[in-house]
């Protein structure tokens, strides 16, 4: 009985687990190992190279323009 129970609660974990994968798109990338991060205008990313906050919106003028006066 005590196998029964083992093996049901180990084939619904993972039959749980495959239709979560499947469930979720591939082009799904979280944290920081993906290769585009989204940043909501009221935030800010740490920019170690200047020490210095760069304000999400702000991001265009920094990066396009090298506006450094955005920094914070």
Same mark, same amino acid.
């Given at each position: 009985? +005590?196998?029964? %129970?083992? +093996?049901?609660? *180990? $084939?619904?974990?993972?039959?749980? =687990?495959?239709? !979560?994968?499947?469930?979720? &798109? =591939?082009?799904?990338?979280? @944290?920081?190992k993906?290769? =585009? #991060?989204?940043?909501?205008?009221? !935030? *800010? #990313?740490?920019? &170690? =190279?200047?020490?210095? $906050? %760069? &304000?999400?919106?702000?991001?265009?003028?920094? #990066?396009?323009? @090298?506006?450094?006066?955005? %920094?914070?």
């Amino acid at each position: 009985m +005590l196998k029964k %129970l083992i +093996l049901a609660t *180990a $084939f619904i974990y993972v039959s749980a =687990e495959a239709a !979560y994968q499947m469930s979720v &798109p =591939e082009d799904t990338c979280q @944290g920081w190992k993906c290769a =585009e #991060v989204s940043c909501p205008d009221d !935030y *800010a #990313v740490w920019i &170690p =190279e200047e020490q210095a $906050f %760069l &304000p999400c919106d702000k991001w265009s003028q920094y #990066v396009n323009i @090298g506006n450094k006066s955005v %920094l914070k």
